[in-house]
């Protein structure tokens, strides 16, 4: 993962294919939506069973899931030094995650911090740059 601040832009350009990641995840939660609702109404009344109820189960969380990653998450690649509001670091299963919170309240994860060097080093250049850390 590449992290360039542009001075004279006053931007930071995150170089990490999230974008790609995102597509595939919203491609995959579109599918199987749209498969639940096929297998749902394909179904008799005599065959409303269990297998109704975690088609339908399936495509409720296929929406809610959908929802949470176009509202509350981006993957933009550019971003304006005046739309950052924090970097946010979180615990996950015993590892250091860390994010930029954005004004508009969404979330851009930096997902490729793989080393406790590299964890450091963007702490660093945000605290450089005037960026609060939380």
């Known amino acids: 993962m590449k992290i360039n601040y542009n001075e004279r832009e006053k931007?930071?350009?995150?170089?990490?294919?999230?974008?790609n990641q995102y597509v595939v995840i919203y491609l995959g939660l579109i599918f199987t939506f749209v498969n639940s609702v096929i297998q749902?109404?394909?179904?008799?009344?005599?065959?409303?069973?269990?297998?109704?109820?975690?088609w339908i189960i399936l495509?409720?969380?296929?929406?809610?899931l959908l929802t949470y990653q176009i509202l509350k998450k981006?993957?933009?690649?550019?971003?304006?030094?005046?739309e950052i509001s924090s970097l946010v670091e979180?615990?996950?299963?015993?590892?250091?995650?860390?994010?930029?919170?954005?004004?508009?309240?969404?979330?851009?994860d930096l997902m490729e911090?793989?080393?406790q060097s590299d964890l450091i080093q963007t702490k660093e250049l945000f605290k450089n740059i005037g960026v609060k850390i939380s």
């Open 11 to 19: 931007t930071i350009e995150i170089k990490d294919g999230l974008k």
């Open 59 to 64: 495509g409720i969380l296929s929406i809610v």
């Open 40 to 54: 749902t109404l394909m179904l008799d009344k005599k065959q409303m069973q269990w297998i109704a109820f975690i």
């Open 74 to 82: 981006t993957a933009s690649e550019k971003l304006n030094l005046s």
């Open 90 to 108: 979180k615990d996950f299963f015993g590892r250091k995650r860390i994010s930029l919170k954005l004004k508009n309240g969404k979330l851009r």
């Open 113 to 115: 911090m793989k080393k």
